[in-house]
């Protein structure tokens, strides 16, 4: 995927209106609806779920209109959102957090130092490939580090093309995509040097925390942390 992907008018002009409609349309015309107007609101129940599992320096990936780096920042803690788009990272400098215009397949700062990886709002599926992706960000997180990672909210293991639609004939370059729930996510993250740490959900939004996988011999149990809707 590259950065022209997202350059396209409809991504563009969603966020800069905060409104929708914005979809994901497979080539078979199926569309799967993109969340625009919760992307630029306030962080809610689901994402305060994410802020508070953060540990250390948090980069987040595809960080879209920024409301999870602002909020990051607003307490003071160290974070950088990462996006395709200038008009995400611009968005997401202007809630008060740091954004650089990156794939995070391109160099970063400050690899193998991260505390926490964020995924959320579908970005699992950049690329394509879920555990092309796990094993870059295996290389981006630090040994003690974890990736959290929102899933699809069904069972779901799915690669293919999409493009972004607007609904209304406007509609930009196709890209390879992935949609994965938490099993699929989690049989990617075997072999890519994570284990599935915790799982939760609220508000419908299933989330996993990745933590590296122990040397051989050790154990370390998923934790399944009930958290009020």
């Known amino acids: 995927m590259t950065a022209a992907t997202w350059l396209s008018d409809p991504y563009t002009d969603a966020l800069r209106t905060g409104r929708g409609p914005l ?19 306030a962080p809610d129940a689901a994402d305060r779920s994410v802020l508070e599992r953060c ?10 209109p920024g409301r999870l780096v602002g ?5 003071g803690r160290r974070a950088l959102g990462i996006d395709i788009s200038p008009t ?43 555990a092309a992706l796990l094993r870059r960000l295996r290389r981006i997180v630090a040994r003690t580090g974890r990736v959290i990672a929102e899933c699809a909210p069904v069972d779901v293991d799915e690669r293919c093309e999409v493009s972004v639609d607007d609904g209304r ?26 284990r599935v740490s915790e799982k939760w959900q609220v508000d419908g939004r ?24």
């Open 23 to 41: 979809f994901l349309r497979r080539s078979d015309g199926w569309l799967l609806p993109l969340d625009v107007e919760r992307w630029c609101a």
């Open 55 to 64: 540990r250390g320096a948090v980069l987040d990936i595809g960080c879209g």
């Open 71 to 75: 909020a990051l920042a607003a307490e």
């Open 88 to 130: 995400a990272v611009s968005r997401t400098e202007r809630s008060g957090g740091p954004a650089l215009c990156r794939s995070v397949f391109d160099p970063l700062p400050a690899e193998g130092r991260w505390g926490t990886a964020l995924v959320i709002d579908g970005n699992v599926g950049i690329g394509g490939d879920p």
């Open 169 to 194: 004939g406007g509609r930009g370059t196709p890209f390879a995509w992935a949609r994965v729930g938490p099993r699929a996510l989690a049989a990617a993250a075997v072999g890519t040097g994570w």
């Open 206 to 229: 299933p989330f996993l925390a990745l933590a590296p996988t122990p040397p051989p011999g050790t154990g370390h149990p998923v934790r399944q942390r009930p958290h009020p809707a």
